[in-house]
């Protein structure tokens, strides 16, 4: 048995509420999961139900899971060009955190945008604008800005554009980083040839201490291909080698691991005890 706890687990469906995810997790040999704040295409969130919300926090508590990682809907654009729809994801988003003041040990992952022409650099001020008016003294949440592959005009496809967004808001340490392998690697980080010198990169331009979280895929497109499309662990172009070397790496063999990869239940099971396999600390 190893010396660290190895957080592992993946996304969930939230539509039976909190107490079913939890019970879920642990059908399928997880200890941590993600699920979306609402539904997908950005709708209603539900309203808060503590009871349910506390038999999920016992099953956690008890288990020892990682923190939950809440994902904000991925059709949210908070640098579209639209001041509509700016509005629109920083309201949801702004109450999405307030819910979560109810649900200690969770994160907020969201995507930082995709900028429609506008450029990067308006881009990143618009992402930073939107953060400065969500955030706030008290916040339980940490908030996640996920690393993005770089399709289209997305923000956030390389560790300086992050940075920057960071750097422009005032509760910065409200901030933190989901690195998400498959995006990555798409982007053009070597992860499979060089996971020290990526690793080394993100240091040096946002810090490995605002590392806070890992969705862990394969990809189906090759390298620097700047396309999202996730594979099952082993079945893309990263590979089962590489996956062991990234869950057993010590500089991230202490976060969660998350996995979005094409599945079902019962590939989930299979996948997390692959990786359990995989794991040698
Ligand atoms: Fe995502
Ligand atoms: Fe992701
Ligand atoms: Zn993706």
New binding site residues.
Partial sequence: MGEKTFYIGCHLSFSKGYESMGVQALEIGANAFQYFSRNPRGGAAKEFDKSDADKLLDIAGSNGFAPFLV?APYTFNPCSADAGLRDFARAAMGEDLLRQQNLPHSYY?F?PGSHVGQGREKGISLIAELLNGILFDGQSTVVLL??MSGKGSEVGSSFGELAEIMEKVELNQKLGV?L?T??VYSAGYDIVGNLDGVLEEFDSEIGLEKLKAI?L?DSMTPFNSRKDR?AKIGEGSIGLEAVARIINHPKLSCLPF?L?TPNDPDGYAREIALLRSLREI
């Fill in positions: 994902h992952n995507h996920e690393t989901c998400d498959c995006h969705h895929n996730h998350y979005e």
